[in-house]
């Protein structure tokens, strides 16, 4: 039930505007309209029709991020909800064969029919509106159950009201059996029956793929973060491999017609081991702030969505230095592109690249990990090998490393092309065309940081039995590309004055331009007399001199990344219980 | 006369408030109070008692600043300047010989006293007050004009009556003549007589040390800045080095006990030569905007005190790597040491470093080199071996490079440890023990942008004889580290909204995360009908997507460097004439 709630903002407002926009037959427009709620934002508005523009390949995104949205419509929860089965049999419409089904595939002659368990649907009419694109039309003709499956997020009542709203037919009972039997038998119980358990603090920002940041006050207890309170950045479903069986394979400009294979073991007892300390941060921390200035499209991740591990595992730059590719001048190299195990329906894997001088570079430490916090990686951080690429965006660190290659362009995946890149300020999904304004892949990220204590909201009593009241505020500073944190600045006015913060030891202590790990920081402000809340701002500034940007709303992006701004937080204080009021007056 | 009301503003506010504090003996001290203006500037009041806290090491600095202020007296000019000759001799005051100010050494005992020409001075009780601090006490029973040779502020008016008011007695003729053979014997004719010439165009921040930018429009017309026109940033007096002669010397760990020295011929016959094109910016850069808002210390840049240049010479990690020095780990090398062969008065050469990291990578393209643009260095910029070093500050490109060390710890000198590194905003020179809260040594800088045009206050005419007026806006944007500019956005409308600015190909081709060299920038602004002014406002993303802070107030710093907030010009709009006024009623 609680799933229902989060689920529920992103998702209705996405659908809404479908509605709308009159894409939906008139009999379920109408009863969709009574229930839903009338949602006030010309952005969303126009998200539903940006996104039929873009096509098949933001539906992995979409539809990861329909789970994403805080929960807001407190007010909702009194209302009845209508139940609907989809796909339960109708004895007032006509049977359909799967090879009937199969025929419709075409918008232009007989329509586009799609199944779902026993109903025959028309999605035509439909196609234009669909938030997740044209990706629906993998599916003309055919089931759409193991698309469902997938991007669980349709699971849920108002699209099964939509999809009813589309009903055609029924599937003749033994095409029904037949496609069951076919869909066990390729998936089992499903692509995320097999998913590794989970800490119960953690809080779920999507459970299928699964996304989950740890709480602030646990995560900030420890320089490095337990395994088990790591925040999960999952894509697709955890893949289960048998470490014995798996070896990674290079290949691509420098590795010859077929490439190499190399098994864990190789990797340990070929190469030097290295250990790297990294805070991996995922492009969208602090992306639920972003959208309060303008709704965005993603998760939404509050100020965890980072964590620090020790990485155990041999370099990348050892690994290529053993084959010959020391310099990227000599090769041709641009980029190399890491690919994981881990797959979506239609066979893609997740992957990414990194500039090639990034892999080379032996000072930029990328490891190829086979162990985390010296213990084998968890499954939901990338077992058995994960990419490690400090200093650069989480997207870039990819887990269950599959492939390796090396090559003259960008890897051409969802994740590198249309995603995880930075739109400007002035497009959103009412800019005609607007992935043409992607641009460039995010790689090293800028300068972070977060209050973690105490959270925004939550009241601060006072003690009342000292001088001067103290209030202990903590967090996190951190910067892309090794640069390490010079300075953490407070401020209780908006920027006009600031304190300095007191910097963790074993962050101070980075290296020069290696800082991959962050910067845990603390201070003891004073609270002043009579005041009955404080407003806490808090910036950093790395080696570079860089600094975070005093507001949002000119790094807003349409897929909310990137958010570095001053972290600011609202702090009601809580006056102690005098024993007598009329002290006041002495 | 031009220098005169350029050094005003700066010099007298700072002279004032020694004045105020009531350090100067009152004769003296009324005259002046009527003579100056009274300045409300409570910062620059404390910077007088600040400055003679922080000691001799500040002098160099302090003094080349008193010629940095924009030209604002303007009211001043008319005034009657009333002509003091310092050092003449005066019937009414006792001789001393030479022997016997040469006594006066103890502010305990006898005072301190000195002599300027014929003039003996008693400077006990000032030495609190002066502005550069006690530096003062190294010419304590001696001359001063040597140093005032070295820091030429000091000849002004105003110096010269402050002088006189501390004088005490004449000087014995045979003293006199004795001392100043002396001075012409080690001096010349002073140790700026020997600069070389300068482009007239070149906006000039101080006469002596040399510093001065070009103008805006002239600077952008090209990618790469004419010699004659790159910005100018001396120290000090600069050196006649007989190329024929000199030789670099190379020392510190793994030089073993002497070292080893190499001919400019030794480096080009040695080593491999190498090109790189970079932009190089001072670390004052924008430092007149930063003024604005809380009067800063130091020389006051525009927007351009930064130029590019092709440099040719050879890699410094191609030399280290010829002597064994590859990696930093196995040798425990920290720093490199980068000395130039200027020196003040008490020998003490300009110098820097690097991190061992920066001077040792070879991505890094760390250059001693000996071209520029083609020709040989031009002396102000580092005849005849210059460290260039990109991406970093260029107060790290160590001109006249005479000396290498490598170290495990930064360079001692005054501009690695006093200056170019970076103070909270919460210190000033009213600030206890400020020098303790100097930060870390500026290295590679933050994400840069500004207008060149047009400029700030300078009036657009209206063609009026198009659909639409069109200004067209230029500009430059540039990171520290190699960073790719990304984007630049350009906003008409204080943030709110945003237009992207088309960049320069040449500046986009560079590789990625070596892109050394600043990115032009053009947008044409499509001008609105009916206003009477443009606010025009820049700012910059580069790959690691740092971006530049909305405003100044956050970051700045007593010593007015690293100003990289968004850049803000104001533009007047002139209407044109109009045949007809009625026509906007047709």
């Known amino acids: 039930m609680k799933m229902r709630s989060l689920v529920r903002t992103n998702f209705l407002s996405r659908w809404n505007s479908v509605i709308s926009k009159g894409h939906v037959p008139v009999a ?27 096509g098949m390949t933001m539906l992995d995104d979409n539809m990861t991020q329909l789970e994403s949205a805080p929960i807001e419509n407190k007010e909702e929860s009194n209302e009845v909800e209508i139940k609907i089965t989809p796909g339960e049999f109708k004895a007032d419409l006509p049977t359909y064969t799967l090879a009937q089904v199969n025929a419709h595939i075409s918008a232009k002659t007989d329509g586009i029919w799609v199944v779902y368990k026993n109903g025959v649907y028309d999605i035509t009419k439909f196609i234009a509106a ?31 009201k939509i999809l009813e709203g589309l009903r055609v037919g029924n599937l003749d009972p033994v095409d029904v059996k037949a496609l069951e039997e076919e869909r066990v038998k390729k998936f089992g119980a499903g692509p995320y029956a097999n998913e590794p358990m989970r800490h119960p603090a953690m809080k779920i920002n999507s459970n299928q793929p699964f996304n989950a940041e740890p709480p602030p006050e646990l995560l900030m207890e420890t320089f490095i973060t337990p395994n088990d309170l790591f925040f999960i950045r999952n894509h697709l479903p955890v893949p289960d491999i048998d470490i014995n069986q798996h070896k990674i394979e290079i290949s691509g400009i420098g590795f010859g017609q077929d490439g190499i294979s190399l098994s864990v073991e190789d990797l340990k007892t070929t190469f030097k081991q290295r250990e790297v300390i990294t805070t991996i941060q995922c492009a969208g921390n602090r992306r639920a702030e972003m959208s309060q200035i303008k709704q965005v499209n993603g998760l939404s991740w509050d100020t965890t969505a980072l964590s620090t591990a020790k990485w155990t595992g041999v370099y990348l730059s050892d690994i290529l230095a053993f084959y010959g590719i020391v310099d990227e001048d000599e090769v041709g190299i641009k980029h190399c592109h890491l690919e994981g195990l881990d797959r979506d329906i239609t066979g893609q894997a997740y992957g990414a690249s ?25 499954r939901d951080h990338g077992y058995p090998l994960r990419a490690i690429v400090p200093g650069t965006v989480g997207a870039r660190n990819v887990k269950f490393l599959g492939r390796i290659i090396l090559s003259d362009e960008e890897y051409q995946g969802f994740w590198q092309q249309k995603d995880y890149r930075g739109f400007p300020p002035n497009v959103d999904y009412s800019t005609q065309d607007f992935h043409r304004f992607a641009g460039a892949s995010i790689q090293e990220l800028p300068v972070q940081s977060a209050i973690t204590e105490p959270r925004t909201g939550q009241t601060w009593p006072l003690e009342g039995s000292e001088e001067v009241d103290v209030m202990t505020v903590k967090g996190y500073a951190w910067s892309g590309g090794g640069r390490n944190i010079l300075r953490v600045d407070v401020s209780l006015d908006n920027g006009q004055t600031w304190q300095e913060a007191t910097l963790a030891p074993e962050a101070t202590a980075q290296r020069y331009g290696r800082a991959w790990a962050w910067t845990p920081w603390t201070l003891d402000i004073d609270i002043p007399d009579d005041i009955d809340h404080l407003d806490v701002v808090v910036k950093a500034i790395d080696s570079s001199y860089n600094v975070q940007p005093d507001t949002i709303n000119p790094i807003w992006n349409m897929r909310g990344v990137l958010n570095n701004a001053w972290h600011r937080i609202h702090v009601p204080i809580q006056k102690p219980l005098r024993e007598k009021d009329d002290d006041e007056d002495e």
Chains 1, 2 share one sequence.
Do not use: C
């Not at 997740?132 to 997938?150: C, D, N, R, V, Y």
């Not at 032996?362 to 086979?370: D, G, Q, S, T």
């Open 130 to 160: 669909h938030p997740g694109g044209t990706k629906i039309l993998l599916a003309s003709g055919k089931s759409i159950e193991p698309f469902w499956q997938i991007y669980a997020a349709h699971n849920h009542g108002d699209v099964h």
């Open 354 to 378: 990194i500039p090639i001088a990034t892999a080379l570079d032996k000072r930029k430490e990328v490891l190829i990990a086979y162990a985390m916090n010296d213990e084998p990686i968890p």
């Open 28 to 54: 379920l427009s109408t009863s969709l309209q009574d229930r839903f709620r009338v949602w006030d934002n010309k952005a969303l508005f126009l998200a539903g029709l940006g996104l039929s523009a873009i």
